[in-house]
């Protein structure tokens, strides 16, 4: 049950916009096992900001963090997906700068839940496991 918040400089259309929510949330499922219906995908665009990147004010910038649940991914894993997720990038902003950051954001399963129940006790619920192990517990992607 991941979430994607991708920050733009400038908006986009509406069209690109889908497709790239839908690309991320596809790659997301992919290179970190997410389930893909479980996927949010938050694109924003902050108005009247200006972006900066070494003190240049840039035309075409981004950023991107994904928060999964600790210890859902290899290193392996996160390193892909963020190789892939700055490609992806790149196929619709053609001129992102190097200096544009993809970020895999780890939460402990104790920290943050779907539902109403955090990733623990549905792993909990799931395996059979007594609630006294709520931190030792397994999580689920």
Request: glycine fraction near 8%; charged fraction near 20%; include cysteine.
């Amino acid at each position: 049950m991941p979430f994607a918040r991708l920050t733009l400089h400038s908006a986009q259309p509406d069209i690109q916009v889908a497709d790239l929510s839908n690309r991320l949330a596809g790659l997301i499922a992919g290179v970190l096992h997410k389930r893909f219906e479980l996927t949010s995908v938050l694109v924003e665009t902050p108005s009247g900001s200006g972006w900066t990147i070494g003190g240049t004010q840039r035309k075409v910038a981004a950023h991107l963090d994904v928060t999964v649940t600790s210890g859902t991914n290899s290193p392996q894993e996160k390193a892909e997906f963020v190789q892939r997720a700055m490609a992806l990038l790149r196929e619709f902003l053609p001129d992102l700068d190097a200096a544009t950051y993809v970020v895999v954001s780890e939460i402990p399963a104790t920290n943050w839940g779907y539902d109403g129940q955090t990733q623990a006790k549905r792993a909990r619920a799931q395996s059979g496991t007594p609630a006294a192990l709520d931190t030792a517990c397994a999580v689920i992607a």
